[in-house]
């Protein structure tokens, strides 16, 4: 194929195409393009007759590629790719009259403490355009990144893409919360003796914490375990319960009046909040204006210079 016969072709089908293939649904691909379910399945019909394959054969509830959707699928990403990174180096961009949709992950102690005085920010300074928030954590975001969920994601990481690129932006340093009843630090023995709360998306009850009590002949009792902080302070408030939150999630919730934070009473090893990215988006220069801009706004005091960390290295 030569480049006048690309006028055969709707390139919004392609990117039909491969939405499909990340999400092997019709309506999944619909909500994620904004598109309704009878446009996705008519767009179906047109790359079908195109590529003269049925593409996608349904499985219950699943679209499976076949071999040649596969096969198409490989050569069609890297040039789609090539193309928005071009085209991205042709448009300006001014965040005062762009109309752009931002997709970012975050994870959840980010979007309850850190998120609103961000996004007053990016109101400011970019008033037409609009963000959508998808929850990520370390196990989430290497697949977020990959199908395009999001364009960016922050949280604590670990594992990336090959091409991802990630920076530092703060120490996750851990403390404790506890109700203010008790006008005094917590201490490790009374720390073991009060009930516990989790905060963790997978419902997770041993951790990190618990790996260092043990190795101190010590232990704690998790009496709730809950998937977000929303709650938290509700929960905690007027009893005898802790949690281990990070530092900027316990500030945000003492200036509500009611708790207090104290340093943890055992020594654990510091986590980093990151802001990580998928190469195919890296001279975006909307990307580029959005990551500069959470830069300025989440690094802690010392960390604005950027430093970018490979990957695999920073795993």
Known sequence: MNRTDLRKIDFNLLIVFETLMHEHNLTRTGEKLFIGQSAISASLNRLRHFFDDPLFVSMGRKMEPTSRAVEIHLSLTPALDSI?????????????????????????????????????????????????????????????????????????????????????????????????????SIDLDEYCERPHVSVSLRGEVIDSVDRALLALGRQRQVVLAVPQYSALKTLIEDTQLVAVVPDYVAKTMIRQGGLRMDALPLNIPALDLSMSWSATSDTDPGERWLRALISSHLCEKGATIEHLIPAKEAA
């Open 84 to 184: 928005a990174s071009a085209l991205s180096k042709i448009n300006a961009f001014d965040p005062k009259t762009s109309e752009s949709v931002f997709r970012i992950g975050l994870s959840d102690d980010v979007e309850y403490s850190l998120l609103p005085s961000l996004i007053r920010q990016l109101r400011i300074e970019a008033p037409h355009v609009s963000f959508v928030i998808r929850r990520t954590d370390h196990s989430l975001l290497t697949d977020q990144l990959s199908t395009g969920e999001v364009s960016l994601g922050i949280c604590h990481s670990r594992d990336l893409p090959a091409n991802a690129k990630r920076k530092f932006l703060r120490t996750i340093r851990p403390t404790v919360l506890s109700s203010d009843v008790n006008n005094r």
